[in-house]
Nanobody
Framework: QVQLVESGGGLVQPGGSLRLSCAAS????????MGWYRQAPGKQHELVAV???????NYADSVKGRFTISRDNAKNTAYLQMNSLMPEDTAVYYC??????????????????WGQGTQVTVSS
């Protein structure tokens, strides 16, 4: 019912920057939390950053001061600006959103959706 499409991943040198985008589509009534998680090979899935509908943010300690999450609520889109990238930031980044959608029966229901993931590789 809700699809999240990510873009913006790729290969970047250490110290470089990337901007990830995540666009949500569907019969969305509203999105509460929208954020990014990542998973590196051999490591656990971890929160990177999340932004609530009231603009509160939460960041992993490892990215504070380097990454910034923002949202365009009118477009149901979230962004992750990643600066001063390091090799340890290499991972597949997943967008996540929670909110309310109009289901096929016309009723408002909560949703919890994930994107397909986008690869970020930081290497010289």
């Amino acid at each position: 019912q809700v699809q999240l499409v990510e873009s913006g991943g790729g290969l970047v040198q250490p110290g470089g920057s990337l901007r990830l985008s995540c666009a949500a589509s569907g019969r969305i009534v509203g999105i509460n939390d929208m954020g990014w998680y990542r998973q590196a090979p051999g490591k656990q899935h971890e929160l990177v950053a999340v932004r609530t509908s009231s603009s509160r943010t939460n960041y992993a300690d490892s990215v504070k001061g380097r990454f910034t999450i923002s949202r365009d609520n009118a477009k149901n889109t979230a962004y992750l600006q990643m600066n001063s990238l390091m090799p340890e930031d290499t991972a597949v980044y997943y967008c996540h959103a929670q909110g309310v959608v109009v289901s096929t029966d016309g009723r408002a229901r909560s949703f919890d959706a994930w994107g397909q993931g986008t690869q970020v590789t930081v290497s010289s």
